[in-house]
């Protein structure tokens, strides 16, 4: 059984810094076949990809949204997953996923449907 569990979303004000973890029980962490990325999903709107990283951490992709404010990283031996949130924006204001899954390219072609694990969400509201 595949549990993911998010932590660390809250509010805070345009400018500010946020990181998130994902903690994995089961198999992710276990295998070394799961990439593991976060999504995101604001009121009304469709969930969207956020951020990938590979099974080794050596490879990573963004959205052009978040690209050069947010860093995905891993720690394996601690079984977490991260999300680094700096000069978060209004904008950014949504319910944050984490997910796994064996293809990266799922997350680079944006196939959400695909993705196989998901977590239960944790809320970050940024105020302008």
């Known amino acids: 059984q595949v549990t993911l569990t998010e932590s660390g979303g809250g509010l805070v004000q345009a400018g500010d810094s946020l990181r998130l973890s994902c903690a994995a029980s089961g198999v992710i962490f276990r295998s070394n076949s799961y990439a593991m990325g976060w999504l995101r999903q604001a009121p009304g709107k469709e969930r969207e990809f956020v951020a990938v990283v590979s099974w080794s951490g050596s490879s990573t992709y963004y959205s052009d949204s978040v690209k050069g404010r947010f860093t995905i990283s891993r720690d394996n031996a601690k079984e977490r997953m991260y999300l680094q949130m700096n000069s978060l924006k209004p904008e950014d204001t949504a319910m944050y996923y984490c997910?796994?899954?064996?293809?990266?390219?799922?997350?680079?072609?944006?196939?959400?449907?695909?993705?196989?694990?998901w977590g239960k969400g944790t809320l970050v509201t940024v105020s302008s």
């Open positions: 997910s796994a899954d064996t293809a990266f390219v799922n997350y680079v072609q944006e196939r959400v449907s695909d993705i196989q694990y």
